[in-house]
């Protein structure tokens, strides 16, 4: 009873190697043109042509699909249309130390200035120190000397002179000049003075209290004379260091005449060496010349020029993937070193980031990886919303750090910024981020399928042309790229689809180059990929061998043939990583009377999943809409799978255990040959679930280990059937009937096929036809009514006498 089985022509879509006209893929041409990526590739050059703000590109999909090698491959196309980028460099601020300037140059010019100003340092070190030890400044200096100590020697001679007409003595002690009264060309002692008669005393007191005010004034003089010689005396450098830089600088404005912040720049450096030239005279211990300046920048340091971004060998725009994407990898960073003790830094340890390197063109991230490190995805969304670079640290751009460091002039931002990530990723930051969708207005949908038509077959065999010359790897014939079409279908469990998932198939590509190697061939056959497919699953089914194992010696019961009442083989699929097995579970029902409850042991003790939850429900539901309609379910049962010590989730077993349902109340055996998957709506239609692939060969390999009987086979969803891809030993059993696959539309076709009972249509009345599951089943539920009633009435009947 029930539907036929399938025919094995439904069970696998074979690609026939005779329609293609190649002999090998030697004789196909290379390719870079994605494969069934159309939607993509369309996203990606719209987010390029649009220099709009906020445009920047998230590709999404799963990994594996090309979305990396297709951004770049677009991106590099894009970039080396266009201008290179401006160079960037960094340079000493000389009004606020703290504060890098940051100049743009047209690109390639920045190491150029970079040399320049290399070059003059060492032109100075040699023009001034030859300058200063020259005749002519020696003697004009010696004459500037010789001129101030000649001034204070005769101000100081007529305070002498003038002290001496008047009997007091100008001495020089170690503590200065004093005043002392004389006598007969001698100085008096004091006890010689108090001798004296008080009238003289006074006499020489108020003349050396006049004389000390002259004194006084004169050596207050003193200071100002030296800081007009010293005026003088820097003019006399400046002079110097005038005639020594001035050629030099001219050849420096005159390189740099159309570029205004350079010659700015330089002016300030040309002050900065007349004010300082002693710096090229001397050097400190450390071997650095010159002193330390405030800001940290020691000597020559102050005039180096720091170079962040050198597009002088890039062609076109930048395309930058960071594959650490830090927050200083982002943004850049300020580096610091140990000084005595103490950590030093200047504008030459400002490091770039990614975003400089990239600025006026490209930059791609892993989405996952950028939000794995803290401050990253924050400030990369501040530099994109600005506009413009800042250096900081993390403790500066939260405000948790006061030490005083570098303040680096911001430098303008011009970038187009790629996310690469899981669908997921992006749609919970397209939910829970405010600005993420304000950034990033471009999402490239990567599928993870393609339909299998003939132009999609021609481009994944050009595109195993490629990866085989690309990698030195042997040609395919055309029965391999055949077979690895179908391996294709059969990973996105579809006949009418392929995968895009590349990876994998440049790994089969490569496994049966591998296989053919070992024997020698030399070319690749459709033998080697399956021996490909084979090995891969052999490293990997070890589980799957002890699950099969314990059920074939009977310490897990699965019966794979006779009948029983209210038991059922179910189906399910294990992953475990990229590998993924079916495996028979044994579900048995148990009815009795009771209230209408559909008791789901799994969900009791919190081992059923809300899919599986809302499955049984379902059925429930079912239940309830076909025989509760004309009297109560007064009934109770319980569903489980049996030997289960594990999660259950997913909706795929409902239609097996309504079926275990079913068989327990009509008391009908079920065929134990027979195993089942799909999930049921309320109205008995079944319905197509996931890894049917996977469940059919999980119960073939437990009856092939026990013999193959012809009367056994798998139940599956009628909609199931385009995503059969089985095995070739499943397709060959079911070709020699030792096997089959039946489609099930309904849960009547299924139990009639389960049963050998007819499951029986209702009438205008309501009722079924007697002998049929539905007959049997509403006669069952209705003696479990009429039980039910008579015992609350006997039990009403006993509360009332009872009460009396």
Not at 150 to 173: D, F, N
Not at 450 to 472: F, P, Q
Not at 623 to 632: A, E, H, I, V
Not at 759 to 768: F, K, L, P
């Amino acid at each position: 009873m029930g539907p036929a089985p399938l025919a094995p022509e439904l069970l696998y879509r074979v690609c026939d190697p005779a329609h293609f006209a190649f002999t090998t893929t030697a004789e196909l041409p290379d390719t870079e043109e994605p494969v069934g990526q159309d939607r993509a590739v369309e996203s990606i050059r719209f987010a390029i042509g649009m220099r709009h703000r906020g445009f920047n590109l998230f590709a999404l999909g799963a990994e594996g699909t090309g979305r990396r090698s297709l951004v770049m491959q677009y991106l590099t196309q894009a970039a080396a249309r266009q201008p290179v980028p401006d160079d960037w460099v960094y340079v000493h601020n000389f009004t606020e130390s703290h504060r890098p300037r940051a100049l743009k140059l047209p690109a390639g010019r920045a190491m150029g200035l970079k040399k320049d100003m290399e070059w003059l340092v060492e032109e100075l070190a040699m023009a001034l120190p030859a300058g200063f030890d020259a005749d002519e400044y020696r003697a004009k200096k010696h004459v500037l000397e010789e001129a101030f100590k000649e001034r204070q020697e005769e101000a100081l001679s007529a305070v002498g002179q003038a002290a001496k007409e008047q009997g007091v003595a100008l001495v020089r002690t170690a503590v200065g000049l004093a005043l002392a009264p004389m006598r007969d060309g001698e100085v008096l002692s004091p006890e010689d003075f108090k001798q004296l008669p008080e009238i003289e005393q006074i006499a020489f007191k108020a003349d050396m209290a006049a004389l000390q005010e002259t004194l006084e004034a004169t050596i207050k003089q003193v200071p100002r004379w030296e800081r007009e010689t010293r005026a003088k005396l820097r003019e006399l450098d400046q002079e110097v260091v005038a005639i020594a830089i001035e050629h030099l600088m001219d050849e420096l404005t005159d390189r740099y005449s159309d570029l205004p912040e350079v010659l700015d720049y330089l002016l300030m450096v040309a002050d900065d060496i007349a004010d300082n030239a002693g710096d090229f005279l001397g050097s400190d211990e450390d071997g650095e010349e010159g002193g330390k300046r405030e800001g940290g920048a020691t000597g020559h340091r102050r005039y180096r020029i720091n170079v962040v971004v050198n597009n002088s060998a890039t062609c076109g725009a930048p395309v930058v993937h960071e594959d650490h994407p830090t927050q200083p990898n982002l943004i850049g960073r300020i580096e610091h070193f140990a000084h005595y003790g103490a950590l030093i830094t200047d504008f030459n340890l400002i490091k770039p980031g990614g975003l400089h390197k990239a600025n006026g063109g490209y930059l791609v991230l892993d989405a996952r990886k950028l939000l794995l490190n803290p401050f990253a995805w924050e400030d990369l969304k501040r530099a994109l919303k600005a506009r413009e670079l800042r250096i900081e640290s993390p403790g500066q751009s939260t405000g948790l750090m006061s030490t005083v460091t570098l303040e680096p002039e911001p430098i303008g931002l011009d970038i187009k910024v790629v996310l690469i990530g899981d669908p997921e990723l992006y749609y919970l930051l397209s939910h829970h981020d405010p600005e993420f969708g304000e950034l990033f207005k471009v999402a490239a949908d990567f599928d993870w399928r393609m339909d299998r038509n003939d132009d999609n077959v021609m481009g994944v065999a050009r595109s195993i042309a490629t990866l085989t010359r690309k990698e030195d790897l042997r040609p395919l014939d055309r029965g391999a790229v055949a077979r690895a079409v179908e391996q294709s279908a059969r990973e996105v469990e579809d006949a009418d689809k392929l995968s895009t998932h590349m990876a994998s198939l440049a790994d089969l590509v490569r496994e049966a180059n591998y296989w053919a190697e070992r024997e020698g061939a030399k070319v690749i056959s459709a033998v080697h990929v399956q021996q490909a497919v084979d090995a891969s699953t052999y490293r990997q089914d070890r589980v799957r061998e002890h699950v099969l194992e314990e059920i074939s010696r009977g310490i897990v019961h699965i019966a794979t043939d006779g009948s029983a009442i209210g038991q059922i083989n179910g189906l399910a699929v294990l992953e475990l990583g990229q590998f993924a097995f079916g495996r028979p579970s044994r579900i048995s029902a148990r009815v009795s009377l009771g209230k209408g409850d559909v008791v789901d042991i799994e969900r009791e003790v919190d081992l059923g999943g809300p899919l599986h939850g809302k499955g049984v429900l379902i059925l429930t539901s079912f239940l309830s809409g076909r025989f509760g309609t004309q009297m109560p379910l007064s009934l109770e049962a319980s569903l489980v799978f049996e030997q289960s010590y594990g999660g259950v989730d997913g909706d795929s077993a409902s239609s097996t255990e309504l079926y275990a349902l079913l068989s327990a109340l009509a008391e009908v055996p079920i065929r134990q040959g027979f195993a089942v998957t799909g999930s049921v709506d309320q109205n008995g239609r079944v319905q197509a679930i996931g890894g049917v692939n996977e469940k059919i060969e999980g119960f073939f390999d437990l009856c092939a280990a026990r013999g193959l009987t012809g009367s056994q086979g798998v139940l599956i969803p009628a909609t199931n059937m385009p995503h059969l891809m089985l095995r070739r030993d499943v397709v060959e059993a079911c070709r020699q009937g030792r096997f089959a696959i039946y489609p099930i539309e309904t849960i009547d076709q299924g139990i009639a096929l389960l049963t050998d009972v007819p499951a029986g249509e209702m009438d205008e009345r309501g009722d079924y036809p007697a002998g049929t599951i539905n007959r049997k089943v509403q006669a069952r539920l209705a003696a479990f009514a009429r039980r039910f009633d008579d015992a609350v009435g006997g039990a009403q009947g006993r509360n009332g006498r009872n009460g009396r």
